[in-house]
């Protein structure tokens, strides 16, 4: 008797869009079909039609996602907001594809020249080969000085790999710092706690507000190639005898 096993399939980072200071976030180079973006925003205005907010701090951190059709059209997500979005192929092609949204952490404070970071609490991940991501938002607002927000780092490990979102000024002296990192997580389980980190100057009259938030993609289950499996069922059948067989390179993935 043999049945073709399935396993966690390859999640893809296609590519990023371009980012925009006005709320419209450019559409990733080289998206298909039932890929699933992800949108950063600098801010948790309502989800535009066909997007779905998954996570969001007020005022700092909004993340949205939409599954892709052939031919899209650049979402708005509200005037003077910075927003930039992200596409992934190999997840699930139906319902949400995040297995896991972590609580979102915040931090809000007197505004000063500073290095500060925002923890994002522990997810704990269903699916072995989940795409773990990260998303940072920061928001600082001077009455008498524009500031600005420059990336700075994330917290060592978790994710470890991934791709930060350009940050800077922004118009009547606010600035909105946004970020997004990814990583793979295999084996399935407990993230830890992660962090970014954004540097702020500007005089000490203002204040800001920081988020940040860890989320699990989903991947696709996909058939193992015949090649690399093999079930063996020998009589007596009243206790049969059951042999599964791996090679490189869906070991990892079991």
């Given at each position: ?26 559409l ?86 500073e ?67 990814h990583?793979?997580k ?13 540097a ?55």
């Amino acid at each position: 008797v043999e049945d073709s096993p399935t396993v966690p399939g390859e999640v893809t980072f296609v590519a990023a869009g371009a980012l925009s200071d006005n709320g419209q976030p450019g559409l990733p180079a080289g998206y298909q079909a039932d890929d699933v973006f992800v949108a950063v925003v600098g801010a948790a205005p309502s989800a535009p039609a066909g997007w779905t907010r998954s996570s969001y701090v007020s005022n700092a951190l909004g993340v949205y996602w939409r599954r892709s059709t052939a031919s899209e059209s650049v979402p708005n997500f509200g005037a003077g907001l910075r927003a930039r979005m992200a596409a992934y192929r190999g997840l699930v092609a139906t319902g949400d594809p995040f297995e896991v949204v972590g609580s979102a952490g915040s931090a809000s404070g007197a505004l000063g020249s500073e290095v500060e970071g925002v923890a994002a609490p522990s997810i704990t991940t269903l699916t072995n080969r989940a795409l773990v991501l990260l998303a940072h938002g920061d928001f600082a607002d001077d009455a008498g000085t524009t500031a600005s927000i420059a990336y700075q780092t994330i917290s060592a490990g978790q994710p470890a790999v991934g791709l930060a979102f350009a940050s800077g000024a922004g118009p009547a002296a606010t600035a909105r710092g946004i970020g997004l990192w990814h990583s793979v997580k295999s084996p399935a389980g407990a993230t830890g706690v992660a962090s970014g980190e954004h540097a702020r100057v500007a005089a000490d009259d203002g204040s800001y507000v920081s988020g940040a938030v860890i989320l699990a993609l989903k991947p696709a289950m996909v058939a193992m190639p015949a090649s690399t499996w093999r079930v063996d069922v020998s009589p007596p059948y009243s206790a049969a005898t059951s042999i599964f067989a791996c090679n490189s390179p869906c070991n990892e993935r079991l």
